[in-house]
């Protein structure tokens, strides 16, 4: 069975995940910094906050109106309701995947341009642990992930960053 390593247990990396288990043989692993995934909202910007604080509120309306029967008629049967990002780390978890958190790279080994594996410190425990994988996605700046490697200028074939759709479409629609 391959293996994806995802860096990151956000919206970007828990939807990877989600759509690796129901398109693709794909096992994913993922690995977050901070003690909870799908909760970034500390990271982000007011700005963000905002549009997020409103989408909220029009998503609950939404079920409300859809509750009481008024906008029901309007929507189409086929159409699936958003889940919420805590919600989909759980289906994920029940589907397979797994999820660890308090994980921050501590070392990138790599064969030529390949990433074969990532050592990753839990900042909990402090414990070592290695995990290794077919295909590594990041929803990290790839900055990051270069300081801990002993090269720092590489490029990875098989490092795919989450704010690049295309460049894994084939892997996720394969």
Known sequence: MRKAII???QSAGLTVAYKLLRTTDIHPVILEKTGEVGNSYDEISYF????????TIILLIRSWLYEW????????????????????????EAMGGEIFINQQIYK???????ICSLHVINNATGEL???TGDYFFSSIPPKEILQATPQNSRRFSNLFL??????????IHA
Not at 48 to 55: E, F, H, N
Request: no cysteine; charged share 25%; hydrophobic share 40%.
């Open 7 to 9: 860096i990151g247990g």
């Open 48 to 55: 963000t906050k905002i549009a997020q604080r409103i989408y």
């Open 69 to 92: 029967k008024i906008l029901k008629p309007f929507l189409s049967k086929n159409k699936v309701s958003p889940i919420s990002r805590k919600e989909m780390a759980k289906q994920i």
């Open 108 to 114: 990138i080994y790599a064969v030529r341009n390949e």
């Open 129 to 131: 642990t290695l995990f």
């Open 162 to 171: 989450l704010r690049n759709k295309n460049a894994y479409k084939t892997i």
